[in-house]
T-cell receptor, first 112, second 112 residues
């Protein structure tokens, strides 16, 4: 099955600076890589995803990059704001996309 | 709003007692999932369902059983709760078009 590793486990950045979270995966057949954001007391929510036919995808201040050769993908948040403080999870599919395997999460804190 | 409700939202129970958590969806989605969330482990899949009466194990299924007798309900049962099952449990449904997971608000279970 898929193995997903996520780093760092905690990250603190000054408001306005950029944050980068990295994940690696093991199954070279994986073709879908979502990122979820979890705010305190709530369930995770999809914020961006990328499929293996592209190397980068952007949505306003959020971007995801994918390197299929190295089997890693990253979340980039620019111009960070206090509302970006949350736990972020990467994920990769398992067994034909029926299941998602999640990373262990990154707690991002934006320092005002 | 993805139309997912979990019940109960909070439960405290004693070791050895049976516990059932309920996930209810109003969206008529085929795939439903139960994850547990623990510090340092992220989200780990317990069981999932791909249709009425069709279920399969995830990576941490020992000590748990599930049932799906109707499309809208997915039940997670701990036959004899143990302290190691103290966790936050999340139900999720998979969007039919995009494959995105929509999570419920979570059920916090404490086993004393």
């Amino acid at each position: 099955g898929e193995n997903v590793e996520q780093h760092p486990s905690t990250l603190s950045v000054q408001e306005g600076d950029s944050a980068v979270i990295k994940c690696t995966y093991s199954d070279s057949a994986s073709n879908y890589f979502p990122w979820y954001k979890q705010e305190l007391g709530k369930g995770p929510q999809l914020i961006i995803d990328i499929r293996s036919n592209v190397g980068e995808k952007k949505d306003q201040r959020i971007a995801v990059t994918l390197n299929k050769t190295a089997k890693h993908f990253s979340l980039h948040i620019t111009e960070t704001q206090p509302e970006d403080s949350a736990v972020y999870f990467c994920a990769a599919p398992n067994f034909g996309n029926e299941k998602l395997t999640f990373g262990t999460g990154t707690r991002l804190t934006i320092i005002p | 709003d993805a139309g997912i409700t979990q019940s109960p939202r909070h439960k405290v129970t004693e070791t050895g007692t049976p516990v059932t958590l309920r996930c209810h969806q109003t969206e008529n989605h085929r795939y439903m999932y139960w994850y547990r969330q623990d510090p340092g482990h992220g989200l780990r899949l317990i069981h999932y369902s791909y249709g009425v009466k069709d279920t399969d194990k995830g990576e941490v299924s020992d000590g748990y059983s599930v049932s799906r007798s109707k499309t809208e309900d997915f039940l997670l049962t701990l036959e004899s709760a143990t302290s190691s099952q103290t966790s936050v449990y999340f139900c999720a449904i998979r969007g039919s078009r995009t494959g995105e997971l929509f999570f419920g608000e979570g059920s916090r279970l404490t086993v004393l």
